[in-house]
């Protein structure tokens, strides 16, 4: 309310489903500083990727969970709305009336999706010479192409020589993303 006080489980409350939430990408120009009313336009005219949407659900306690898509990493402008749309706000007289619509803008900082079965790992060869070491390194793409720097989930990979040999290989992870292999062979490959 206009106090500041929480108003929750009442006719006063906002419904999860009157609350809106809208996503635009970093892409875009526009911003929403603190305090003022904006609205995020996203798409061929802004040359950036079509906003997202968020869906609320309430968790009885003035608080509410947001459901975001959000496909960039980055920092990203989430616009979240409320409207009491046909819900009375008549308080008889009493002056603690809430507020009937309200937007607020946020800064939110997005991380990368984790390693999925959708995403890829791209793969690229450093130079190397016969019988010194060859180095490649191991990038992980997440499903909406957003490098992952940190964190995720664990993937497996093999190595292989051609032509074949079964000589082992001594696979070593520097933690940055790039690893060493050593194989014990005479051919060339």
């Known amino acids: 309310d206009k106090y500041g006080n929480v108003v929750d489980n009442t006719p006063r409350a906002y419904l999860a489903k009157n609350i809106g939430g809208m996503v635009c990408p970093p892409e875009t120009d526009l ?13 061929l005219r802004t040359k950036c990727a ?35 749309k046909e819900q ?4 008889s007289g009493f002056g603690d009336e809430v507020v009937r619509y309200q937007e607020w803008p946020v800064r ?18 450093s130079q190397y010479r016969a019988g010194g070491a060859m180095a490649f390194e191991v ?39 790039i690893y060493q292999v050593t194989v014990r062979t005479t051919l060339a490959s």
């Open 31 to 43: 911003t929403a500083p603190i305090g003022i009313t904006a609205n995020c336009t996203c798409g």
């Open 50 to 84: 079509a906003a997202s949407f968020a869906t609320f659900t309430s968790l009885g306690d003035g608080n509410y969970r947001g459901e975001l898509l959000v496909e960039k990493a980055g920092n990203n402008s989430l616009y979240v709305s409320a409207s009491y």
């Open 108 to 125: 939110a900082f997005i991380v990368p999706n984790d390693l999925s079965t959708r995403s890829r790992i791209v793969t690229s060869e």
């Open 88 to 91: 009375t706000t008549d308080l």
């Open 139 to 177: 990038r992980a793409i997440d499903a909406y192409g957003n490098e992952i720097t940190q964190g995720g989930e664990d993937a497996r990979f093999t190595t292989f020589t051609s032509p074949a040999t079964n000589t082992t290989h001594i696979v070593s992870d520097a933690n940055t993303g």
